[in-house]
C-alpha cells in the first residue's frame, strides 16, 4: 500500500457522509447508462475512520482493505456490473460481499463517472504523463469541460521511442509492460490519452490532432485498421512506417491506478473541510490478471 493520507483530528464521518462527498467529486448522473456505480454495499449510518482505494473489487483488495483496519473500500471498477438475482456465497461475486459485510467493510464504485470527471481518470493518466493544456477528448453533451479521455501536450517534442520510455517510467509494473506502434524516431507532442479500453475513440484521436494515443486494451483490428488508415493518410514527408496517430498500448489496471491517490486526497481535505476525519489509504497491489509473460523467441 501506498503511505496513507492522515488528515488532522476530527470527528469521523458516517458512511453516507464520505459516498456525499464522493458523489460531489463524481456525480452519479455522469456515469454512462450501462454502467453500475454508487454504494454496493454497507450501513449508511455507521462510522468510518479509514477508507481504502483500489482499482479492482477482487478478493486481493478486499483482504488487504480487511487487513489495514478499513471501513470503506473505494474501487474504479463495479463488482456487480450486471444485474444479479442473488448474493448468495455459492458464487465467488456473492463471497466476496459476504465476506465483506461480515467484516464491517462497505464497498463503493465510482466508474465511468470517474472516467468523466476533472479531475478524473484520463486526467490523473495525463498528468504523470507531464501533459499541460488538456481538454476532453469526448466531451459530455452541454458539458465541453468534461468528458472520456485527454488531449494535452509534452512541453517540447521527442522520439516516440523516449515516450514510450517516459510511459514505462510513470506507471507501475506490469507483465505486459508498454507496447509501440509506430516509428520510435518519429518526434510526438501532442498525446491523447484515455485511461482503461479506448480503441473505439479512434475518430475522436484522429479529430483532435494528437500524434500519440495511449490508451489501454487495444484489440488486433482495431488497431491495425488505425495503423493503415494513418499510413494511407499520413503527410509529407512521413515515411511508410510513419502516419499519425501512433498507439501505445498499456495494461487496463496500469492506465487507471494513477486516479485512486488524487481521488483520496480530495476525499480526505473534502472531509476535514467539514471538521471530519478519514485516513486514506491507496492499494499498490497488482490486481491485473497477467501474471507471465514468455518473449517470442520465433523457429
Known sequence: MSEPVIPPDGAPPTLQQVTDALEVMHPLDRAQPWDAVGLVCG?????????????????????????AGADLLVTHHPLLLRPVSSVAATTFKGRLVHRAVRAGLALYVAHTNADAGTPGVSDA???????????????????????????????????????????????????????VAGDADALVQRVAVCGGSGDGLFDRVRASGADVYVTADLRHHPASEARERARFERGPGEGAESGRPFLVDVAHWASEWPWLAGCADRLVVALAADGRTVVAHVSTTRTDPWTLRVPSRGE
Open 125 to 179: 493518466l495525463a498528468r504523470v504523463l507531464d501533459l499541460d493544456d488538456l481538454l476532453p477528448l469526448e466531451p459530455l453533451p452541454g458539458r465541453p469541460e468534461l468528458g472520456i479521455g485527454r488531449v494535452g501536450n509534452l512541453a517540447a517534442p521527442e522520439r516516440l521511442g523516449d515516450f514510450a520510455d517516459r510511459v514505462a517510467r510513470a506507471l507501475p509494473e506490469t507483465e505486459q509492460g508498454v507496447r
Open 43 to 67: 450501513d449508511p449510518d455507521a462510522p468510518v475512520r479509514r477508507v481504502h482505494f483500489a482499482v479492482d473489487p477482487v478478493e486481493a483488495a478486499v483482504e488487504e482493505a480487511i487487513a
